[in-house]
């Protein structure tokens, strides 16, 4: 199933799922919920952190935490 840290730059998708426990809060409360769509911005070097667009607010996130959050790519 891809996430978020498998968007390549300028994709877009919807927030599946992911687990509760493994997500940082203040992602969740800046919007990281499931049914809201995320588009990654872009790469910092060496490809972590991410930079990604989540409903209008830019957040940037770990790879590791990236690779938790399912999405279903939209074109």
Known sequence: MPTIATLKQGEKGIIK???IDIIP???IEMGCL???HV???QFAPFNDPLYININDSYVAIRKET???ISIKIIE
């Open 17 to 19: 799922e992911f687990d």
């Open 25 to 27: 809060l203040k992602l």
């Open 34 to 36: 499931p049914g809201n």
């Open 39 to 41: 588009e990654m911005v």
């Open 66 to 68: 990236a690779e938790q």
